[in-house]
């Protein structure tokens, strides 16, 4: 049985592991009880004229123990006894004082050290919360910082599994100046439910959960995806926005959501990117001007006086915006519907727009140059020929997606430095339909073996990052590549259309001088898809449809299936063009601007009245089937 001092023992090293409080309360005792002392003991035994009342040898036993010097002012002719308390408590409180100096060093230090770590509970609502550390982050702040701008004050939260002091180093050096946009770092785990409570979850205007770089990082997602779905909200839950970068963990990540997260399959949007890119140059800038917040966007709004027109009437009711599809008003969405579809009164109009502010309906629709419309008879697809250099675990699926696209009699080359098994080549090889494929192992960096494969002879050249390498490491073997194919295009006059895949978008400005003619930066289009849904979670049934293999695409046709080559008209003459094959216009790209950043000759959402002259080697971009 423990004793009385033990008891005593124990209650006080519980009262002084309190931390710095604790000891600032026993010092403070400590100094009272010392006064006091002091006080009865001057008064019990000083002269009469030192001390006139209790009051004055309180404060007189306070100034002595606070200030050393108090002493230098006794009367000489005070009393021995006197003396000797008044140095005794002065030594006394030379010692508290000092201590309460160390212990507020102490406790403002350990304060410091734990702001340093971030750790403290944000107070902040209608913020953007960012749980995850991963390079995604560097496109996604931007493109909130540009879609905050008109707002007065904002804030994005992120919580990181690194220390606070170089995530917020790292955002300094690659972002830069967030203008009105204040940056909020906390260091934890996004898999601990108790450090996403720092964040402030209940009061967020939206939340994303970024993919960490490494391995399982589908797993990380699908964890924070649970911590999210079983946590106690205590208001409205706001809208969660992940991604999976494998097909495989998208239903995982949907059910690990609880019905309430948007998750975007990387892999998927990606791999069908890749190979639409391939066959029609210019996709994914067109891609990117509509996901980013930098040019146009998409945006939806009622519009209850276009109730009962047709759709294909509808395009014209726009100068400065283009109608691409409507929302019913149960929230199913159709883009490019059939031209006789009637809008209704509950629909919204699905339209691509500098700004919001700039969507107004026009008094009168534009001119239409009916003698300059071109009417060109469809001509069945002939066979392609693409060469695929290098593999990697998207590899599969960009195969199997291109076989969706191809006329029959199609072949495909694949020329990398490592394959897939035979047996795993031979089972995706059966499943193809209009795609015969051919494998050569090689050294896809030599010049050597990249003459061999006869590159002029290819209708389109695909060139992968591999995977099994750090992105850097992998994109600087990809500009190798790309080199050595501008090199011998050069050489011998042959000029084949190449796509290229990046990892990271600040290696696309070194890649321009290979003049390839696009690039596809899967995970920049993906953060600023993600980027896009976190401000307007409606927009992800227009993103489902517009990237999914069935319904309406984006396609970039040649002009002279639209208009006259060389003659000049309305954009608006481009649109009912389009209009007769039942497609939506929504921009052109011209072909001498192709290589000039940043837009690559891309112009979307032109006016409807501005006039535009294409010609035979122009593309016209639009909506279609096919």
Avoid at 215 to 227: C, F, R, Y
Avoid at 238 to 250: G, H, K, Q, R
Avoid at 399 to 420: H, R, W
Wanted: hydrophobic share 40%.
């Amino acid at each position: 049985m423990a004793t009385r001092r033990e008891r005593l023992r124990y209650w006080f090293d519980n009262s002084m592991s309190r931390g710095t409080p604790a000891l600032i309360g026993w010092l403070a005792l400590v100094t009272v009880v010392m006064v006091v002392v002091f006080a009865v003991l001057s008064v019990a035994f000083a002269d009469d004229d030192v001390h006139h009342s209790w009051y004055d040898a309180l404060w007189g036993s306070l100034m002595r123990a606070m200030d050393a010097g108090t002493m230098a002012a006794d009367n000489e002719a005070s009393s021995p006894v006197f003396t000797v308390l008044g140095f005794a408590i002065t030594i006394g409180g030379l010692l508290i004082v000092s201590s309460l100096v160390g212990v507020l060093t102490t406790g403002l230090d350990n304060k410091l050290t734990d702001l340093r770590k971030g750790r403290s509970r944000i107070v902040e609502s209608g913020h953007t919360a960012l749980i995850g550390w991963s390079d995604q982050i560097f496109t996604i702040i931007p493109e909130l910082v540009e879609a905050n701008a008109s707002e007065s004050r904002s804030c994005i939260a992120i919580l990181g599994d690194r220390d606070k002091l170089e995530m917020e180093e790292e955002l300094r050096a690659r972002v830069g100046d967030t203008g009105k946009t204040r940056i909020v770092v906390r260091s934890g785990s996004p898999i601990e439910p108790t450090d996403l409570d720092l964040l402030s979850l209940d009061t967020a205007r939206s939340i994303i959960v970024l993919s960490p770089q490494g391995e399982d990082s589908d797993a990380h997602v699908i964890k924070t995806l649970l911590g999210l779905t079983n946590r106690n909200w205590r208001r409205r839950r706001p809208p969660i926005i992940a991604s999976v970068t494998d097909t495989d963990n998208l239903v995982a990540a949907e059910l690990a959501g609880g019905g309430h997260a948007q998750v975007v399959d990387t892999d998927d949007i990606a791999s069908r990117l890749i190979v639409q890119t391939s066959r029609q140059s210019g996709l994914s800038v067109v891609c990117t001007d509509l996901l980013d917040f930098g040019g146009d966007e998409i945006y939806m709004r009622p519009e209850p006086k276009l109730t009962g027109f047709p759709y294909g009437e509808a395009l014209f009711a726009y100068e400065t915006a283009s109608l691409i599809g409507i929302r019913r008003g149960d929230g199913s969405v159709v883009l490019n519907p059939p031209m006789n579809t009637e809008i209704q009164q509950s629909d919204e109009m699905i339209v691509v727009a500098e700004d919001d502010s700039t969507i107004r309906l026009v008094r009168s629709f534009p001119p239409v140059v009916q003698q300059a419309i071109a009417h060109p008879v469809r001509q069945p697809a002939p066979p392609e020929r693409t060469l695929l250099i290098g593999w990697n675990s998207r590899a599969p699926k960009i195969v199997a997606e291109m076989d969706q696209y191809v006329a029959p009699g199609s072949t495909l080359n694949i020329a990398a430095d490592v394959m897939e098994d035979d047996d795993h080549l031979a089972q995706l090889k059966v499943g193809l339909r209009n795609l015969a494929v051919n494998v050569k192992e090689c050294d896809t960096t030599s010049r050597i073996t990249l003459e061999a494969l006869e590159p002029g002879v290819f209708d389109h050249i695909i060139v992968l990052a591999d995977d099994r390498l750090e992105g850097q490491h992998a994109d600087s073997r990809t500009l190798v590549t790309l080199l050595h194919l501008r090199d011998l295009a050069s050489r011998t006059g042959q000029r084949f259309p190449i796509v290229s895949e990046m990892n990271d978008d600040r290696n696309r400005r070194l890649a321009q001088v290979t003049k390839a003619d696009d690039f596809v930066v899967s995970d920049k289009l993906i953060s600023l898809l993600m980027t896009q849904l976190s401000e307007n979670p409606h927009l992800g049934a227009v993103f489902r449809y517009l990237f999914d293999s069935d319904g309406s695409e984006i396609y970039l046709k040649p002009a002279t299936d639209y208009v006259q080559p060389g003659v000049t008209v309305s954009f608006a003459t481009l649109v009912a063009s389009a209009r007769m094959r039942g497609e939506t216009a929504i921009g052109y790209r011209l072909q001498v601007e192709s290589t000039s950043p940043p837009n690559y000759g891309v112009v979307l959402n032109p006016g409807k009245s501005e006039p535009v002259t294409l010609g035979p080697r122009d593309l016209v971009i639009v909506l279609a089937e096919n």
